[in-house]
């Protein structure tokens, strides 16, 4: 089974270069649409989304892998592009058994025929629209696709469905501000969160085109533990866990990602650290209405303390997802700091193993090997 969950982990990867037609709110380059994905389940996790409309979110475009992303606002063949999308889900998801579970949650994203697909669609359609308005200077012809979007395209329901959010997009297409209200400050933490897709780690792609970068990393793990729930201890909570990786890096917004295996004073886990992420977390948390901030400082908290069987599976995978990206890499990151195999043992081998046992036992002999060819 992990053979092949691992695999399917691993094709999965391959998001991260699927390009969309929207830019970060920078304008520094397009989109992916594996930050895309971590985006929107943010955004699902912020407007009080169910754990299923989150998991919908996680997997609903990993058929662009195969099908490309289709712009809103260009003509498509729909039927053509439906069947394209049908031979992606049969061929990405047939890649475990277990796949079938999640061709379930994208075929019911597909339907729009629930309230946690409704509510995964309706996220997955106003991000785009706030990352334009938001952005310093949007691009006159982005503005003009939202505006047309707004009017008549797939957006205009927002009048009926969620008046609130289509008032405060058309307050921006006026430049007339955010809401001084709890909508306004969600919409600004989500507009603060696009940064941490500017934030880049050590490790690559597993293409070895570029280094990952913090946003489509914690889309990545979030997979991950969707994925991997059954090796998880009995009494974790798989929808606890994805919300904590959701969130866990958003600190790397003010202080950077921190190599695992980094030294000196600026270390990885060195108190200068620690103090800098607890400063981040209070400020990018507190964007928030006071009680959201609350919950997610706490739950970001209690992610870095891991203490908790939610957290100690969460740590875990946060280790083991950049292990597996080197080993498909040929261990390119950890040629850049020197790393050894006892290293790997100390400082990922003791977090995964307390996670799950079984997967530490199928890294383990991974990483032997790698490392004895070497």
Excluded at 81 to 108: K, N, S, T, V, Y
Excluded at 320 to 326: D, E, F, S, V, Y
Excluded at 358 to 374: D, I, K, M, V, Y
């Amino acid at each position: 089974m992990l053979d092949q969950a691992v695999a399917f982990l691993c094709e999965a990867d391959r998001l991260k270069s699927v390009q969309r037609a929207n830019v970060l709110m920078d304008l520094s380059r397009p989109e992916n649409s594996a930050e895309h994905s971590w985006h929107v389940a943010l955004y699902a996790m912020v407007f009080g989304a169910s754990d299923r409309a989150i998991a919908m979110i996680l997997v609903h475009d990993l058929v662009e892998i195969d099908a490309g992303d289709q712009p809103i606002h260009l003509d498509h063949d729909a039927a053509a592009l439906r069947l394209a999308e049908e031979a992606a889900a049969a061929r990405i998801f047939g890649l475990m058994p277990q796949g079938a579970a999640l061709a379930d949650l994208w075929r019911a994203f597909e339907a729009a025929g629930c309230d946690d697909a409704r509510m995964a669609k309706r996220m997955d359609h106003i991000q785009p629209l706030f990352q334009v308005l938001q952005a310093g200077a949007p691009l006159p012809d982005h503005v003009e696709i939202v505006r047309a979007n707004l009017e008549r395209g797939r957006a205009a329901r927002l009048v009926r469905e969620w008046p609130d959010a289509a008032a405060a997009a058309r307050d921006l297409l006026a430049q007339q501000g955010l809401p001084d209200s709890d909508l306004g400050r969600r919409l600004a933490f989500l507009a603060e969160a696009d940064g941490l897709k500017s934030v880049h780690r050590a490790n690559t792609l597993i293409d070895g085109s570029r280094h990952e970068n913090s946003a489509e990393h914690s889309w990545h793990l979030a997979l991950y533990a969707l994925v991997l729930a059954p090796l998880a201890e009995p009494g974790v909570d798989i929808g606890r866990v994805i919300r904590m990786l959701l969130i866990h890096d958003l600190v790397e917004i003010d202080v950077g990602d921190v190599p695992l295996h980094s030294a000196g004073g600026q270390a990885h886990g060195s108190a200068a650290i620690q103090q800098a992420e607890a400063a981040a977390a209070r400020r990018i948390f507190g964007m928030l209405p006071d009680g959201q901030a609350a919950e997610f400082l706490a739950l970001w908290q209690e992610f870095e303390a891991v203490e908790t069987p939610d957290a100690i599976f969460a740590k875990g995978l946060d280790r083991c997802q950049p292990a597996i990206q080197n080993l498909q890499a040929g261990g390119a990151g950890w040629l850049r700091y020197d790393v050894t195999l006892a290293q790997l043992e100390m400082r990922v081998g003791t977090w995964v193993d307390a996670a799950s046992a079984e997967l530490w036992a199928w890294l383990s002999g991974r990483l032997s090997a790698h490392f004895s060819s070497r």
